[in-house]
Antibody
Framework: EVQLVESGGVLVQPGRSLRVSCAASGFTFEDYGMHWVRQAPGKGLEWVAGINWNGGSIGYADSVRGRFTISRDNAQKSLYLQMNSLRVEDTALYYC???????????????WGQGTLVTVSS | QSALTQPRSVSGSPGQSVTISCTGTSSDVGGSDYVSWYQQYPGKAPKLVVYDVIKRPSGVPDRFSGSKSGNTASLTISGLQAEDEADYFCCSYTGIYTVFGGGTKLTVL
């Protein structure tokens, strides 16, 4: 059974940095690209970033490009999102999501974690 | 990277059919073979119910069906059941990035 478990979400002040993580199990992690999708409280879903199987191809949403960095460690079966210069509008539940193949393409997401809550507030 | 447009809410009675629309542009929905739909219950993670415009993952009832015409994709739920009451999000991969719709709340009357 595929399991994705996010962690690292906390309350942080605007302008600060934070790294959230996603631990994967139940599938061959290095055979798949991975993505981050976020959902602000009471709002819709927003794609944040995607990475291919070996980190060689990466894509970002315009709203986070230049501030966020997605990365992965296949040996640890983990996905990361480094978030710098955080803004109030980055407050959201951050989901780790698995696409169907090895590329960074977000064709669709067939498995999701339960999310980790990042709150940006002074 | 503008969000796709969905109605904020739709409703139907048990046994009826409802259709949720998702309107984009020729750069996303209209030009993509990769439109997907997700069902989300309050406090839960999204669940894939339709992918590649018309395909259903294993385990999703055939009451759920997807289609597309021009720049608008649609999710139709037939034989509506109480358990179908949830939020539904459409999604399109453009070849460069992925974009979601704003979400539609389905109420089963």
């Amino acid at each position: 059974e595929v399991q994705l478990v996010e962690s690292g979400g906390v309350l942080v002040q605007p302008g600060r940095s934070l790294r959230v993580s996603c631990a994967a199990s139940g599938f061959t992690f290095e055979d798949y690209g991975m993505h981050w999708v976020r959902q602000a409280p009471g709002k819709g879903l927003e794609w944040v970033a995607g990475i291919n199987w070996n980190g060689g191809s990466i894509g970002y949403a315009d709203s986070v490009r230049g501030r966020f960095t997605i990365s992965r460690d296949n040996a640890q079966k983990s996905l990361y999102l480094q978030m710098n210069s955080l803004r109030v509008e980055d407050t959201a539940l951050y989901y780790c999501a698995k696409p169907p193949g090895i590329s960074a393409a977000g064709y669709y997401f067939d498995n999701w974690g339960q999310g980790t809550l990042v709150t940006v507030s002074s | 990277q503008s969000a796709l447009t969905q109605p904020r809410s739709v409703s139907g009675s048990p046994g009826q059919s409802v259709t949720i629309s998702c309107t984009g542009t020729s750069s996303d929905v209209g030009g993509s073979d990769y439109v997907s739909w997700y069902q989300q219950y309050p406090g839960k993670a999204p669940k894939l119910v339709v992918y590649d415009v018309i395909k259903r993952p294993s385990g999703v009832p055939d009451r759920f069906s997807g289609s597309k015409s021009g720049n608008t994709a649609s999710l139709t739920i037939s034989g509506l059941q109480a358990e179908d009451e949830a939020d539904y999000f459409c999604c399109s991969y453009t070849g460069i990035y992925t974009v979601f719709g704003g979400g539609t709340k389905l109420t089963v009357l």
